[in-house]
């Protein structure tokens, strides 16, 4: 045992490997606290899964994901139909596909492969996409499809994709005229799901969940503070936990919150951060993931393919911006999304995929750093 742990080679950018690490023991510690014994059995197991498929994936050449990406697209149009046929629903919500006894949530695949698949595109068509047929067919296309796909049972997921989407055609030079009017037509499509969901009962009838969309975002722009807090439970009593901790917390262990906090160790698990290592403790969480898109941005830079570049960075964003996300549904700066926070948050093909995006972008980090071109 002792002879297979010195011969295992952690390749590519070390920082990012220290910073997971670091994250995930973190992770150990805070779902205990929040969750108990019992989830954090399941936690574990799963964290060391991830970390396995993240060290395995890192020493796969990352041109291979280029043609991986191209399969898993189609493979996760395929999950995401089978959610509407026979989907398990849980909360109100038909998210999760039952296979084998296994139970996943085909958007957590859609999330990576779509920057997989939309980064091939670009970077095989990428002298033809000023052409606004082209753009539309290799890039826009795909991108919707799995949207519309994932926005009946899950609106925040599908946004974060989108978002997602724009910035990897930000990243690549896409002429920034077609993105503002990509914008501007999903602009104008959310007023009218918006207004159809609140004044019409057309909208609740194409999308089941509207009805709750539309109560997040009433109860979001209520200006009277006391009616808010009665309709944002989960926001008001994570404001009570960040309260609580003030400057440098309560310490390890010692949340008064997590009990009656819903959804402490998942959703909401950045609050119960705060009250027991305090602002402190938040800030350097926040710390560690702009220090993850710093890597990647360093990573893009030297690798000379553009493939690589384009997925080291996507995805990488992809990750910080639902942290962000979490944080600020957390101190009550956005509506309730549901999102987790990576590598931090109790989850299941979340945390794994989490784990694989992150071998992906180690895999572009070591062939940079042998100053290998690999033509994607």
């Known amino acids: 045992m002792v002879s297979i742990i010195k011969n295992i080679k952690f390749k590519g950018d070390f920082t990012i490997w220290i910073v997971v690490f670091g994250l995930s023991l973190f992770s150990i510690m805070i779902v205990y606290s929040a969750a108990g014994w019992v989830d954090l059995t399941g936690h574990i197991v799963k964290l060391f899964i991830g970390l396995f498929a993240m060290y395995i994936v890192h020493l796969i050449p990352?041109?291979?994901?280029?043609?991986?990406?191209?399969?898993?697209?189609?493979?996760?149009?395929?999950?995401?139909?089978?959610?509407?046929?026979?989907g398990v629903s849980v909360n109100g919500a038909s998210r999760w596909v039952s296979v084998a006894g296994l139970q996943f949530q085909p958007s957590d695949i859609a999330k990576l492969t779509i920057i997989l698949f939309m980064a091939r595109q670009i970077s095989i068509n990428r002298d033809n996409l000023n052409n606004l047929f082209s753009f539309l067919k290799f890039v826009l296309a795909p991108l919707l499809l799995i949207c519309m796909l994932i926005l009946?049972?899950?609106?925040?997921?599908?946004?974060?994709?989108?978002?997602?989407g724009i910035v990897l055609m930000f990243i690549a030079k896409i002429k920034v005229n077609l993105i503002a009017k990509v914008l501007g037509y999903s602009f104008l499509l959310a007023i009218l799901i918006y207004g159809s969901a609140k004044f019409t009962p057309f909208g609740t009838k194409i999308f089941p969940r509207s009805a709750t969309w539309v109560s997040r975002i009433d109860s979001y722009f209520i200006s009277d503070s006391t009616e808010r807090m009665d309709k944002d439970y989960q926001q008001t009593q994570a404001l009570v936990a960040i309260q609580n901790g003030s400057f440098f917390g309560l310490g390890p262990g010692k949340s008064t919150q997590r009990n009656i906090l819903p959804y402490s160790e998942s959703d909401f698990i950045f609050a119960i951060i705060i009250e027991e290592y305090g602002l402190v403790g938040g800030c350097v969480i926040l710390l560690s993931y702009l220090i993850l898109l710093f890597r990647s941005i360093?990573?893009?830079?030297?690798?000379?393919?553009?493939?690589?570049?384009?997925?080291?960075?996507?995805?990488?964003?992809?990750?910080?911006?639902?942290?962000?996300?979490?944080?600020?549904?957390?101190?009550?700066?956005?509506?309730?999304?549901?999102?987790?926070?990576?590598?931090?948050?109790?989850?299941?093909?979340?945390?794994?995929?989490?784990?694989?995006?992150?071998?992906?972008?180690?895999?572009?980090?070591?062939?940079?750093?042998?100053?290998?071109?690999?033509?994607?």
Do not use: C, D, H
Not at 152 to 164: G, M, V
């Open 152 to 164: 009946p049972n899950n609106f925040s997921t599908a946004a974060l994709i989108f978002i997602n």
């Open 298 to 376: 360093r990573i893009s830079l030297t690798t000379k393919s553009i493939f690589g570049s384009l997925i080291v960075v996507s995805l990488m964003f992809s990750l910080v911006f639902q942290a962000l996300v979490n944080i600020l549904v957390s101190i009550g700066v956005f509506p309730v999304t549901g999102q987790t926070l990576p590598l931090i948050s109790m989850g299941g093909t979340s945390l794994v995929f989490t784990f694989i995006s992150l071998g992906i972008m180690l895999s572009v980090s070591r062939t940079s750093i042998k100053g290998e071109y690999e033509k994607a």
């Open 62 to 86: 990352f041109k291979y994901f280029s043609k991986l990406g191209q399969i898993g697209f189609f493979v996760s149009v395929l999950l995401l139909i089978m959610v509407f046929l026979i």
